[in-house]
């Protein structure tokens, strides 16, 4: 296999790679946004709320992302066409393999991330509500000088391995049909019978990447860590 | 947006093979996953410089590796290599199904290793000390106090871990594997109705997954019943709990000095 | 194991001998130049403000923590780096720690007979009637089925205390056993330690139990910065210090 044509395949990867990343991206912003809106629903301990709560967590944390992405990518068009139905219009909008997989990322992601937010929240300590109320601070200027730090603080790990399982979970799209890195692996694989520089190639990929976020995430948690006492490591004892 | 009854009943035997094969597989990868990861989190922490960077590069490349690729890269990848082989190597890379087991173990197992290694890293060093200090040998401090302390801290990351893997196998039917997500998906081809099948085949994987769920609870609850304190002292001491959601990944660190 | 077995007169033998021990922790000097002989038989109390190397000290002795120079002889045994020798040494010595450390997932009775069972390799039934012999000594034996997690402090020490004991040690350590318990507990703890001192065990401890060391300490020894600034007998440590140092260190824990 001339060289020429398995660095054209390797330069085909990097375009699936740019896809991925772009997938993962908004997949994980609008997976935040979600996950935030729920947080803070939550927190209105609503009855009706919860229970909502309740069934969207059970539903989405209790199916695989294949049959979301499916479910959105197969079915995506009648369910637009059904709930914009309701206002009487019928289009006809077909579903791209990236809006299915963007939106069950968002779906799904927004469910875990609720819970890392919900259980960041509920960890900050509830003197620090009372503190600065106490000292006359605005609610929403408490919200964000005081509690929203704290939170981003706690929630960091869980939101960084949220970030792995999107970034992750974007190679399922490539069953609904996204050229994204793996599918382009794997077409790469059976033109130059080269399977294992392909695959390899594309786990390095994910490899790398995983390891520069958490590099980068160690960084913002060095900084969101400023002034926390640590424990003295065991080491000079009386 | 329809629901049609008659071929959800009319689908079930099939629907229960491929569930059947789900269930086969999430089981076979549990079983051989937690086998291999207790030996690699020992690993993962000796002092042995080749045996912890082995570990740790084996726990690096297949937890940050999509599940998808490694099912590639042993069916495709070893396939092509031993499939067109006589022996048991050949027989072993023709059989899409053990192909599977394989992938999924190799990735499985090394998040397991890191659940182990949490594990084993949160049993506080006083009670290692105390055991060591009434004169009781390293592999019986290791096997009667570490570990089954460990898998205590251990088993709400692992629940999670567990249950996470049984939804990934949904994705098997990429090298012909026919699960149940691969029954529904062909039940739509040949119905052209995406909704029965894929809503049939999620409440079974619901059903599945929530079996699982109380079930592991349960085990929870009996391993750790020595914590639940005498009603008249009022209160128990908590154990640490490694719990974080969803699958835990500690920072792809380096092994231990 | 060739230590030169300290010189102490037949009748007083000299279960543990420190001789010029130093230890670091890194680059700082946790115990410097420790010369030491406790007797068979004999209670020495250790104390001193934090940091002065005290468990450090007793953590040497059953290497828990490996001391960088001078020789540590336990009842002839050398303490050093075979892994024979430490565990002859951790069945002479028990220790009894500030945070109890005992077992979470065990009983009571199965923590104490954990240790007899797999370094002695005594049969079950055996190891059942040595714990609940050593679990009636310090008045737990009716705890004997509850878990740690259902015990109040005390009693969490005390069974810490049988636990040692079931190993049948003849030194027996005690890192600060009162610090992490609730005042009114803390009585219990010392009555058992006192009556395994009035049995002849011969025992270190380091304690802030100012008035159990007048009691029943043969003698004490102040330790500040890593060294053994003053050791005597317990009246005279407490009537008569000699040192400053020790001086200032009474004057501020006596109010």
């Known amino acids: ?238 | 947006m329809k629901f049609d009854p008659a071929l959800a009943l009319h689908s079930l035997p099939d629907m229960l093979h491929g569930l059947w094969a789900t269930i086969a597989l999430a089981a076979s990868v549990v079983a051989l996953g937690l086998l291999i990861a207790i030996p690699l989190a020992v690993a993962r922490d000796s002092r042995h410089p080749v045996l912890a960077w082995s570990a740790a590069a084996y726990v690096i490349f297949f937890r940050g590796t999509p599940a998808m690729i490694l099912l590639f890269f042993v069916y495709f990848g070893f396939g092509q290599v031993f499939g067109a082989r006589d022996g048991f190597l050949g027989a072993l890379f023709s059989n899409a199904f053990l192909c599977a087991v394989i992938g999924f173990t190799l990735n499985h197992s090394s998040y397991v290793t890191e659940i182990v290694r949490g594990g084993l890293l949160a049993v506080p060093k006083g009670l290692v000390e105390a055991a060591a200090a009434l004169g009781i040998e390293p592999r019986d401090v290791f096997l009667r106090i570490r570990l089954p302390l460990a898998i205590r801290y251990g088993l709400k990351a692992y629940q999670n871990e567990v249950i996470l893997f049984t939804k990934a196998t949904a994705v098997v039917s990429v090298i012909t594997v026919v699960d149940l997500t691969a029954v529904a998906n062909n039940i739509f081809y040949d119905t052209y109705d995406p909704f029965t099948p894929l809503l049939t085949a999620a409440a079974f994987y619901w059903v599945l997954v929530n079996l699982l769920r109380i079930g592991l609870a349960r085990v929870d609850a009996w391993l750790n019943a020595h914590l639940k304190a005498d009603e008249s002292r009022g209160q128990a001491i908590a154990v640490h709990s490694t719990a974080r959601a969803p699958a835990p990944l500690a920072p792809l660190g380096e092994p231990a000095q | 194991m060739t230590a030169a077995v300290p010189a102490g007169d037949a009748e007083r033998p000299v279960a543990v001998a420190f001789r010029q021990v130093d230890k670091w922790f890194g680059h700082f000097q946790a115990l410097t130049q420790i010369n030491l002989d406790v007797h068979k038989g004999e209670k020495i109390v250790v104390c001193g403000p934090s940091g002065s190397g005290k468990s450090t000290l007793i953590r040497c002795i059953n290497r828990l923590e490996k001391h960088d120079r001078g020789h540590i002889v336990v009842n002839g045994i050398e303490v050093g780096d075979s892994a024979r020798a430490i565990l002859d040494v951790r069945r002479e010595v028990g220790i009894v720690f500030q945070q109890f450390n005992l077992f979470p997932h065990l009983t009571i009775l199965e923590n104490c007979m954990l240790a007899p069972r797999l370094a002695l390799h005594m049969p079950r039934e055996k190891a059942e009637t040595l714990a609940m012999r050593y679990l009636a000594r310090v008045h737990v034996a009716e705890q004997a089925g509850k878990y740690p997690a259902q015990l109040s402090g005390g009693q969490q020490q005390r069974v810490a205390v049988a636990r040692a004991l079931c190993m049948e040690p003849r030194i027996m350590l005690f890192d600060e056993p009162t610090s992490s318990l609730d005042p009114e507990l803390i009585k219990e703890v010392l009555e058992v330690m006192e009556e395994l001192a009035n049995e002849g065990m011969t025992m270190i401890c380091v304690t802030h139990e100012m008035g159990f060391a007048r009691r029943v300490a043969d003698r004490c020894a102040f330790m500040d910065q890593g060294q053994i600034v003053e050791i005597a007998s317990a009246g005279r440590f407490f009537d008569a210090p000699e040192s400053a140092r020790l001086k200032a260190f009474l004057s501020q824990i006596l109010h």
């Open chain 1, 1 to 238: 296999m001339p060289l020429q044509d398995l660095l054209g395949y390797l330069a085909q990867l990097l375009g699936g790679a740019a896809i991925t990343v772009e997938l993962a991206f908004s997949g994980y912003a609008c997976a935040l946004t979600v996950g935030t809106a729920w947080a803070l629903l939550r927190r209105l301990d609503n009855p009706v709320g919860n229970a909502a709560w309740r069934a969207y967590a059970s539903i989405f944390m209790g199916v695989p992302s294949v049959l979301v992405i499916f479910l959105f990518y197969y079915g995506g068009s009648a369910i637009i066409g059904g709930l914009v139905g309701i206002v009487g219009l019928r289009p006809r909008v077909d579903v791209s393999p990236f809006a299915a997989g963007l939106a069950a990322l968002t779906v799904v992601q927004g469910a875990y991330s609720a819970e890392v937010i919900s259980g960041a929240m509920r960890n900050v300590p509830r003197g620090q509500f009372e503190a600065a109320r106490a000292l006359g601070i605005r609610p929403y200027q408490v919200w964000w000088y005081v509690i929203m730090p704290q939170v981003a603080r706690l929630a960091l790990p869980g939101l960084t391995n949220i970030w792995v399982s999107v970034l992750k979970d974007t190679t399922l799209v490539a069953l609904a049909g996204l050229n994204e890195i793996v599918a382009r692996s794997r077409t790469a694989a059976g033109a130059t019978k080269e399977p294992f520089l392909f695959f390899i190639a594309a786990a390095l990929f994910f490899i790398v990447f995983s390891a520069a976020t958490l590099k980068f995430s160690a960084g913002i948690e060095r900084r969101l860590d400023r002034g926390i006492a640590r424990p003295v490591s065991a080491g000079a004892e009386a």
